[in-house]
């Protein structure tokens, strides 16, 4: 059940963000970033091989996981949270989607997130910057190291499109995430660790800017203490059951 405060938080929100994290794509088949991998990747911590040194290192293992990420992405569907999040947007006046994901899943279920950590469908240079074009749709990767393609204006290693630890987030892309959170009534986050920075500012910003803050997770994380209400459970049951008790006909 939802508490009711919060359905009526909800229902007088003008201005709602959700900022979501691996969990909200956990039961689309999607292993989140701190869930133990498997096959030839269980070996290695993808803390360790999210980095800039790993690809120097061994640029064929990094492009490789990635490349099985791709492809388990590309078999998968979006799941009942990423419609509610799309669905919840036609039902408040402005709802700001922000996404440490680097999926597609929120697209294909009908939003156009915020990127924070960018995606894995837009390959770059790694030397010279230059984008990679479109990777084919339907990857067929076996679980294994694999070369990364040469860029076609220098001959660099192509890197994936995302953003590892110790680079930069995109300065528009995290401006326009804070605007968002500084300005809220209500901010959902759903899925996410809350650990990684500067992500993780995201829901302080709204608490401090007077936002309920609601989180959405199985588990405790650090967020807890801050959020307004801990709504415990996976996304894709918690999210449509709010929906449903907060707008349908007979709950008013
Ligand atoms: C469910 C569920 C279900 C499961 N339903 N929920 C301040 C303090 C300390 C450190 C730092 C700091 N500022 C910066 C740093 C360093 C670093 C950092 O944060 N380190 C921490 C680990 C300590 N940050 C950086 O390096 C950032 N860059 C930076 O600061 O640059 C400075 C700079 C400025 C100017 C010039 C140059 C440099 C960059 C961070 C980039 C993060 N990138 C990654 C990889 C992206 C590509 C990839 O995917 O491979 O982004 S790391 C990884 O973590 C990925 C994720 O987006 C991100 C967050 O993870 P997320 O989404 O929270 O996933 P999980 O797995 O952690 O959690 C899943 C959650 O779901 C769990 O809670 C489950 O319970 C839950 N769950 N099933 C709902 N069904
Ligand atoms: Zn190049």
Not at 40 to 54: C, G, H, N, R, V
Not at 154 to 172: D, Q, S
Not at 204 to 214: F, K, Q
Not at 219 to 239: C, I, K, Q, W, Y
């Amino acid at each position: 059940m939802t508490p009711s405060e919060l359905l009526a938080r909800l229902r007088s929100a003008s201005r709602v963000v959700v900022f979501t994290g691996a969990g909200v794509s956990a039961e689309s088949g999607i292993p989140t970033f701190r869930d133990a991998l498997t096959g030839l990747w269980s070996k290695f911590d993808p803390m360790q091989l999210a980095t800039a040194e790993a690809f120097r290192r061994d640029p064929a293992l990094v492009w490789g996981w990635y490349e099985w990420r791709r492809a388990k992405v590309a078999g998968a569907k979006p799941n009942a949270g990423h419609f509610a999040i799309a669905k919840m947007a036609s039902l408040v006046p402005l709802l700001t989607l922000i996404t440490q994901n680097v999926d597609d899943l929120h697209e294909r279920a009908g939003s156009d997130p915020i990127r924070l950590h960018g995606s894995l469908f837009a390959p770059r240079c790694f030397d010279c910057g230059e984008g990679h074009g479109v990777l084919p749709a339907s990857p067929i990767v076996a679980d294994e190291p694999l070369e990364p393609p040469a860029c076609a204006r220098c001959a660099g290693k192509i890197r994936p499109g995302v953003v590892w630890f110790g680079e930069a987030l995109p300065g528009e892309a995290l401006d326009a995430a804070f605007d968002a959170a500084r300005s809220c009534d209500v901010l959902f986050s759903v899925g996410t660790s809350s650990v990684v920075y500067p992500a993780a500012e995201i829901p302080v910003i709204a608490a401090r800017s007077g936002a309920a803050v609601v989180q959405v997770n199985p588990d405790r994380t650090p967020l807890d203490e801050m959020a307004r209400f801990n709504l415990r459970g996976s996304a894709a049951s918690v999210l449509p059951q709010l929906l449903r008790e907060t707008w349908s006909e007979e709950n008013r």
